[in-house]
């Protein structure tokens, strides 16, 4: 079976076992959202055998059409467990660094996973679905500050980002190329013998300046999406963010 063709049945699992999760009684998420756009960002690893149901959130976040706009997960794949016996495919140094950041400006004692940042000022355990809800909802009625607009498509090999925004004095525009819907077979480390799918998994990310970025394309890259957001460099806080899915 293809890689592509196991991703959309695990998919397909993981939302009607996480669908479930995102609700009040019987009130959607999506009901009791403000206007801001909330950003999500999940710090995790395939070899952490607590990230898994992290995972599963995500992709509930990723998959639900009345979320769209409003709530944008963002997951990066931390570099500090593939010592352990499994190197997760899509980690990286940058990504430690990034949470790492989070750690000093929230006076934390270490970095874990799996770890949820949401718009850049509140963090809480990544698997924790009813204190992440919370934490969406609240963020979503926070006031919005600044502007931000993005348009994406594909060129070639390459995707083509149209960026415009203003986030004050202390406001950076962040762009991050995201992949959804990857399947890993991970045959060592805690999650020995299980298939992983991940979703908004990070490509790139870089601070970047109003107009026009190329963004390089791995050709075996393909179901992605472009997030542009607002943050303050002195506090973390995620004031305004949009995303464009780009087609195959």
Known sequence: ????????????????????????????????????????????????????????????????????????PIAYHVDYWDHLGWRDPFSSRLWTQRQMIYVRQMHLNSAYTPQAIVSGRKELVGSRAGALESAIVEASHAQPFGTIALEAKREGKSIIADVHGAGGATGDIVLALIEYDVATPVKAGENEGRTIVNDAIVRSLQQVRPGRIKLNVDPSWQHLAVVAFLQDRETLAITNAVSKEVDH
């Open 1 to 72: 079976m293809k890689a592509r063709t196991i991703a959309t049945a695990a998919v397909a699992t993981m939302l009607a076992a996480a669908a479930t999760r995102f609700t009040s009684g019987a009130e959607p998420l999506a009901s009791r959202l403000g206007t801001t756009p909330v950003v999500v960002e999940l710090f995790a690893s395939q070899g952490c055998s607590s990230c898994p149901p992290a995972d599963e959130l995500i992709t509930a976040l990723a998959h639900d059409q009345s979320l769209r706009g409003k709530v944008i």
